[in-house]
């Protein structure tokens, strides 16, 4: 048994946490953060080992030991999933990401008065939950900018202060300056996709990705090896939060973190304040506590919801901060559509180089573009990449169904993947999804983890018209870029039954009020002044676009409010 | 490449050759006469250990059903001149060591889908897989695939045929270390060069095939042959 008091305790050290770890450790505040694994170093990753990491999922959850559920709907039951895609270890899933750092449209903020504004409210499904954010872009982007230049994010501006600039995204909200470091560098899948897409009249670019193009901050450029989404980075050159923010912690002197730390209750007193959380040990002891004048929940979406439905007390009997009944609903995920290309006149090479999302088009994403008649709202990003976003063979085969005619085994499998391994590539429609409040996360009655914690178990089909539609109109799309690249072959990949993409967002939403929301835009708690909820499962809608910037750029404006404001007068940051 | 993959499939074949003989069975697949050629030379020889080239096994699977798998993941992923297969990447040793180690879970989905397998095969052919020809073998692979195939419960045909599938491109394509890919030829099949440290501008612009002349794994490097 372990009892230790500090000023702020932080469960879940990853992209949220590691920030506001670094953040108010740096303003004076002692810091114990919690992680269920361990801490790894860029030594760790030295091995390029594709089965390992990507096959394997060494640096995810084992689906055995901490499983989270689905099932399509209420009627039926839920069961584990095969591949949980995010953290298992200090750094969360920004040791195995893709890096790639998207600041969000200004109209993401705003879905619904947007869409109202310019399509009507019938524009909007009548089941959909989707709410404006508590806060706009141009409140966010000095954070954006913030998180930009502490990672090395590499890109080209499409639009400073208003003016667009070509070669960069046109479509993106306006900056004030320009990324800290220039694209990374270009290769066959860019060659091929922003020749494909020009001749279509699209604005392709490419992606902005927090891999160091150059040397950064003591950090070496990235050396293109190819061993990236899924991955640790070797060298050190993808900004992960082990290389960024935790060293930044570690300096203060004023940072503990606990190791293999599994936190199953945050308490609170009979007030109803927090007064620091519960965990099991390395050893599985089970009372150990870290007592905190601040408590911050920042795992990712399902133990940030199920800590809080496991934290139930009297006073909140449906999850602790539960008063609005808003926890664990208006799920989202990003349902990915792929069109596989393959050539017979030229190599690609996909194995080379960064791996997620190499270069991109914005054109068919958010409200770019007009929905008038289509039958859907919002849009997709569309990339262009390995097909299992990570470039090796076994990923490739595993991610990509050869074209129709070919089969998936035997000599002519064999022949098609020794023909066209290097010479093919992938592009991936990464889809928005709307919230919808039967969509949920709560407490598998059936399925327990390691720790003997019910699962999360997640109630959640995408497949309503809103969503099936804009899923066809963007393989359409997608197809005539395959065959505008003057592909031999080009086909797509299926859609999946119905369970959920990656990128899980929601459950634990902000709001301007106390009761369409759980969180205020500083994921404080409504309820519970001293507890904050900080991650991608406060988003109100889920945009095209890869959510890890955003996260945190949202933790460093609550670190900022909680250093400035709420350390002078502990309390509510918004009046409800 | 092409001129050493033909003498080891003579080797390979000729040690099939021996094996039926000894046996006194009809034309059996070359896999399956190899692990019966171990299982003799085991039985002969008791006290000494003799695995055959790039079929070896012994940390789970029984001879019997090392000999099922092999032939199995043969048809999957077929070896030919110049076209390394599962036979010749020794896809029977990842699997058979990850179901000693990683896949330690799995190992009574295989013993009781192996099962299954030759109870279908005995029902429906009267013999068991590894004696069956390709194209009966096929017909046999693709009636797991599509679920048709009886006599499966748990496993059922299409879980053991897709995971067969998975871990034949798993032994196929991972690092040597786990056990398969040997001496690359999955890698070489696909012209995947490993673990390079370094792609340089000109390797990332190039529309040529990638001009390094090493794979790279996580212990072994090799030259790369071309034909």
Redesign the interface.
């Known amino acids: 048994m372990a009892t230790e008091k500090t000023d702020v305790v932080i469960v879940g050290v990853g992209a949220a946490g590691g920030i506001l770890a670094a953040e108010l450790a740096k303003a004076g505040f002692k810091v114990i953060g919690l992680e269920r694994g361990p801490r790894l170093a860029t030594k760790d990753f030295a091995?390029?080992?594709?089965?390992r990491y990507f096959?394997?999922q060494d640096l995810r959850p084992d689906v055995?030991r901490q499983p989270v559920t689905w099932r399509p709907n209420t009627k039926s039951r839920a069961t584990p999933i095969a591949s949980q895609s995010y953290g298992n270890q200090a750094g969360g899933g920004t040791v195995h990401y893709g890096a790639v750092s998207w600041r969000f449209h200004e109209d993401d903020f705003r879905v619904r008065s947007h869409t109202i504004e310019r399509y009507g409210r019938t524009a909007i499904p009548e089941d959909s939950s989707v709410i404006d954010w508590p806060l706009s872009y141009t409140e966010l982007e000095p954070y954006y900018d913030r998180i930009e230049y502490e990672l090395g994010v590499s890109g080209k501006a499409g639009n400073l202060r208003g003016q667009k600039i070509a070669g960069g995204n046109v479509f993106e909200a306006p900056r004030q300056r320009e990324f800290p470091l220039p694209p990374l560098?270009?290769?066959?899948v860019g060659?091929n996709f922003d020749a494909a897409c020009k001749k279509l009249g699209y604005h392709p670019f490419s992606t902005p990705r927090a891999i160091l193009s150059q040397p950064y901050k003591g950090r070496p450029a990235c050396?293109?090896?190819?061993?990236c989404q899924g991955f640790g980075c070797h060298i050190g050159a993808k900004s992960s939060t082990l290389v960024t923010n935790l060293p930044d912690a570690d300096a203060t002197g004023n940072f503990k973190l606990l190791t293999n730390a599994m936190v199953y209750r945050v308490n609170t007193d009979n007030s109803g304040r927090a007064t620091g959380v519960s965990y099991y040990g390395p050893d599985g002891s089970r009372d150990n506590t870290v007592e905190a004048e601040i408590v911050i929940v920042a795992p990712f979406i399902y133990d940030a919801v199920r800590l809080l439905l496991l934290s139930k007390t009297e006073k909140f009997p449906d999850g602790l901060a539960n008063s609005s009944g808003h926890l664990g609903k208006h799920l989202m995920s990003h349902i990915q559509t792929r069109v596989f290309a393959a050539f017979d006149d030229?190599?690609i090479?996909i194995?080379?180089?960064p791996s997620a999302q190499k270069h991109t088009i914005d054109d068919l994403n958010a409200d770019n573009f007009d929905h008038s008649g289509l039958g859907f709202i919002r849009g997709s990003q569309i990339s262009a990449n390995p097909a299992a976003i990570e470039g090796?063979?076994?990923g490739t085969?595993?991610a990509m169904p050869p074209p129709p005619g070919v089969p998936?085994?035997?000599?002519g499998?064999?022949?098609f993947?020794?023909k066209y391994?290097?010479r093919y590539m992938a592009m991936t429609g990464q889809t928005e999804e709307l919230p919808y409040p039967g969509q949920t996360i709560d407490l598998d009655p059936d399925v327990r983890d390691a720790w003997n914690l019910p699962a999360p178990r997640m109630t959640y089909d995408w497949r309503r018209p809103n969503e099936t539609k804009r899923l066809e109109f963007i393989t359409a799309k997608i197809t005539e870029i395959g065959r505008a690249m003057g592909a031999t072959h080009v086909w797509p990949s299926g859609f999946s039954p119905g369970a959920p993409g990656s990128h899980h967002q929601g459950g634990v939403r902000m709001g301007a009020n106390p009761k369409e929301s759980v969180v205020n835009k500083y994921g404080q708690s409504w309820d519970i002044p001293n507890l904050f909820v900080i991650g991608s499962a406060n988003f109100c809608s889920s945009s095209g676009f890869n959510p890890t910037l955003t996260i945190q750029a949202l933790a460093y404006l609550s670190a900022d409010a909680i250093v400035k404001s709420y350390r002078k007068s502990p309390g509510p940051l918004v009046r409800a | 490449m092409l001129e050493l993959d033909e003498a080891r499939r003579a080797f390979l074949l000729r040690a099939a050759m021996t094996a039926v003989a000894g046996a006194g069975v009809g034309a059996v697949p070359t896999s399956l006469a190899q692990a019966q050629q171990h299982h003799q030379q085991s039985a002969a020889q008791p006290a000494v250990h003799q695995h055959p080239p790039s079929t070896g096994h012994g940390a789970f699977l029984n001879a019997d059903d090392a000999a099922t798998v092999a032939a199995f993941t043969e048809r999957l992923m077929p070896g030919a001149p110049g076209k390394p297969g599962a036979l010749d990447a020794g896809v029977l040793n990842y699997i058979d060591l990850a179901l000693a180690g990683a896949y330690a879970h799995l190992q009574d989905f295989y013993r009781r889908g192996l099962t299954s397998l030759e109870a279908y095969c005995q029902k429906t052919y009267k013999t068991s897989f590894v004696a069956l020809g390709a194209a009966r073998q096929d017909e046999v692979i693709r009636a797991l695939e599509t679920g048709k195939a009886t006599e499966f419960g748990w496993p059922r045909p299409q879980a053991f045929f897709n995971t067969l599938r998975t871990h034949t491109i798993e032994g196929m394509f991972s690092d040597p270390i786990y056990g398969g890919n040997k001496d690359f030829a999955g890698w070489r099949l696909v012209g995947f060069p490993g673990a390079i440290p370094v792609f340089t501008t000109e390797d990332m612009l190039s529309k040529e095939a990638y001009a390094g002349k090493e794979i790279i794994g996580l212990q072994a490097r090799a030259p790369v042959r071309r034909a």
Do not use: K, S
């Open positions: 091995p390029q080992d594709e089965l096959q394997r055995r560098q270009l290769d066959q060659v050396a293109y090896c190819g061993y030229r190599h090479n194995y080379m180089g090796g063979p076994i085969m595993m998936r085994w035997g000599e499998y064999r022949d993947f020794a391994y290097t």
